[in-house]
């Protein structure tokens, strides 16, 4: 029988990190299965850049054990560690052809491919990153999208088992940045190796990722695929970090029947599902109800809404998304409450200005109960 490590490219195993005596990482274990696409998703300053150094050999643990494809690679240093990095700044050397920048680390490979076993290497890489025919320019003959898929043809020319992604879209404007997203999907799903990616924009993690970690404070909130991270996150945190969410914080008085009845601050009572993906929550601690704004419905003020919650409220602000209106409603027992509406043209002919008496409403079930 195989041993399971096999079936992962990435393992931590108690994994601590201290700059002094400050932990960047904080007992971190999770596992990142062979050919997947896998995101740290976090704030600034959560412990990602550092897992992924880890990862990498550029930070070695202060506590605990890191595995590559089941091997521990305690004091391996970085460039004999199966993996590589594209980084956000590209890092290409502007003296060097495009060619001879993917070419660079196969000088030191063993064993070493001869002048003419580079170029064909390098011409591969590029055909793989679609920049056939480039390989005689200069970095600074190409766009920022050209740079980035040269840096990706630099690191997948060594045939990694781990390509580790470091914010490389950044820098990019938003049009460009989706176009590459598609691309690092097409080159994930071609060459088969484990993509891991680092940022803090939760739709890029969202969009490409097959399993995603969020992090806070130098430890992993929640793992999951993106549609249990948005549909079951286990935190308030969680949920509104991946997303947006209307967040209803209160005390615990009872749970029946799998539901949490929540008392507001105001004395308005909740009660929904609790979050099977949590902590169990108890009566008479602080927990938090979340409801998505695509889940809440709006009519006009005078119109009764067939839901088991229904507010009066006063829109404040209407943002257009395109396929999407978003509406900022004042209540009185919340605050601000999101909504979102598909658009479509009966909405649009009864669309809500500014400072419109509106009413909106949900039903119990479509809330979340979590931990704060």
């Given at each position: ?311 009066p409220g006063q829109v404040v602000d209407r943002i257009y998304l395109g396929n999407l209106t978003e509406y900022r409603v004042r209540t009185e027992p919340f605050g601000i409450v999101c909504v979102r509406v598909p658009r479509h043209g009966q909405h649009e002919r009864s669309a809500f200005e500014h400072g419109s ?16």
């Open positions: 029988m195989s041993d399971a490590s096999e079936f992962f490219d990435i393992e931590f195993r108690h994994v601590v990190k201290r700059y002094g005596a400050v932990p960047a990482v904080n007992g971190l274990n999770f596992k990142v299965r062979r050919g997947a696409f896998h995101s740290f998703l976090g704030s600034s300053g959560c412990g990602k850049t550092t897992t992924l150094r880890m990862i990498a050999g550029f930070e070695q643990p202060s506590e605990g054990e890191v595995l590559l494809a089941g091997r521990s690679v305690a004091g391996v240093p970085a460039h004999q560690r199966p993996v590589n990095m594209v980084f956000q700044s590209y890092a290409l050397f502007p003296h060097l052809s495009v060619a001879e920048n993917i070419a660079y680390g196969l000088r030191y490979h063993q064993p070493r491919p001869d002048r003419a076993g580079q170029r064909r290497l390098a011409d591969e890489a590029l055909e793989m990153v679609r920049l056939s025919g480039f390989g005689q320019r200069k970095p600074h003959e190409l766009s920022g999208g050209q740079q980035q898929r040269v840096a990706l043809a630099r690191a997948l020319v060594n045939k990694p088992t781990v390509l580790l992604l470091d914010e490389p879209l950044a820098a990019l404007d938003r049009k460009l940045r989706k176009e590459m997203q598609s691309e690092l999907l097409r080159l994930q799903r071609e060459v088969g190796i484990t993509f891991v990616l680092v940022t803090h924009d939760q739709e890029e993690a969202l969009s490409m990722s097959d399993s995603i970690s969020v992090m806070q404070d130098g430890q992993i909130l929640q793992s999951a695929s993106p549609e249990q991270l948005y549909e079951t996150p286990a935190s308030r945190y969680v949920a509104d970090f991946i997303g947006e969410s209307n967040l209803f914080d209160g005390t615990v008085r009872r749970i029946e029947d799998g539901r949490v009845l929540l008392e507001t601050t105001h004395g308005l009572q909740l009660a929904s599902p609790q979050t099977p993906t949590g902590p169990a929550l108890k009566a008479c601690e602080p927990g938090c109800i979340a409801v998505r704004p695509e889940l809440i419905a709006i009519g006009a003020g005078a119109e009764a809404l067939p839901r088991e919650i229904s507010l008496p509106v009413r909106i409403g949900w039903d119990q079930a479509s809330g979340l109960a979590m931990s704060l």
